[in-house]
Each structure stands twice: as structure tokens, then as C-alpha cells.
């Protein structure tokens, strides 16, 4: 079973720029696909970006095409998601996951992924 592990949240202003880390352990990474999350409070996960097991295949929400990069490094067993142009936000928790089906659908759902990690905080405010 995989474990993952978020880090690299934390305070930022506006117009910066946050790496999130999801480093996973006990399988192999390449065969899953790796999906970001974020939760505000009081709302439900959404997607956030994907990457297909391959990592020739991506996928981004509306909300941060062209401001999000999703990357994989399989033999750090690490995934990241570089945060760019970051919009003011409340403390919004961003989770990754890992579907065994390796596929980066369009419609990130978190019906796609089978283990989840703890979550890291973001928090945007000046």
C-alpha cells in the first residue's frame, strides 16, 4: 500500500509562489497516478491538478491553468505541485492522492484516487 506525505504549505501574500511535496513510500510510484487537492473550510475537495502514472499526461482545474505545474520524480518517489501567482485565500488544506488505475482523467475526482495523504495548510493572505 502507498503512503504519501505532504509538505511545503504554509503563509504566502499574494502574487507568491508556494512547491507543495507529496513524498510517498511503500510501492512503487510509478504505477499510480497522482492527483492535488485543495479543501477550504466548510467546502468540498476539489481537484487541483493530475498526472498519469507515465507523467506524459496532465491535467489542471480552470482555476489555475497557466499558474499550476504538477511534476513527477519517480526516483525521489516524489510528486510536486508548483504554485505560482497564488490568489488570496483562507486556510485551504491540499491533499495528494494515488489512483491505481494510472490514469489523469479531464474531470480530477477524488472517486479516481485510492490512498490519500494528511494534507498540508496554504494559507494566501497579505
Known amino acids: 500500500q502507498l503512503q504519501l506525505v505532504e509538505s511545503g504549505g504554509g503563509l504566502v501574500q499574494p502574487g507568491g509562489s508556494l512547491r507543495l511535496s507529496c513524498a510517498t513510500s511503500g510501492s512503487t510510484l510509478e504505477d499510480y497516478a497522482i492527483g492535488w487537492f485543495r479543501q477550504a473550510p466548510g467546502k468540498e475537495r476539489e481537484g487541483v491538478a493530475c498526472i498519469s502514472s507515465s507523467g506524459r499526461s496532465t491535467n489542471y482545474a480552470d482555476s489555475v491553468k497557466g499558474r499550476f505545474t504538477i511534476s513527477r520524480d519517480n526516483a525521489k518517489n516524489t510528486v510536486y505541485l508548483q504554485m505560482n501567482s497564488l490568489r488570496p485565500e483562507k486556510t485551504t488544506v491540499y491533499y495528494c492522492?494515488?489512483?491505481?488505475?494510472?490514469?489523469?482523467?479531464?474531470?480530477?475526482?477524488?472517486?479516481?484516487?485510492?490512498?490519500w495523504g494528511q494534507g498540508t495548510q496554504v494559507t494566501v493572505s497579505s
Open positions: 492522492g494515488a489512483g491505481k488505475l494510472g490514469g489523469c482523467p479531464r474531470r480530477i475526482s477524488i472517486a479516481t484516487y485510492d490512498y
